[in-house]
């Protein structure tokens, strides 16, 4: 009787073990492609520079914050619009 309680409280634990693993990584995996949608490096206002990441929301650069930014503009825009605005 007590090798069965054995048996049974291991694999209760093994498969809770396997559960809590499955959904951490499923909430990590949500997480990443929310991370990836930020568009803070294809802005215009976007440096690069470790100091200063972001020339208008310096505080929100590169966070999930950053998703609803209404500052938002283009790099290719500004691109397109430079170059057209030299011919």
Avoid at 21 to 46: A, E, N, R
């Amino acid at each position: 009787m007590l090798h069965l309680l054995c048996f049974t409280v291991t694999w209760i634990a093994i498969l809770g073990f396997l559960w809590s693993t499955f959904v951490s990584f499923k909430k990590g995996v949500t997480h990443l492609k929310t991370l990836h949608q930020i568009p803070c490096t294809q802005c215009q206002f976007f440096t690069g520079s470790y100091y200063l990441k972001c020339t208008i929301h310096p505080q929100i650069a590169l966070t999930e914050e950053a998703l609803s930014c209404t500052d938002y503009c283009d790099r290719s825009d500004r691109d397109s619009y430079s170059s057209a605005r030299s011919h």
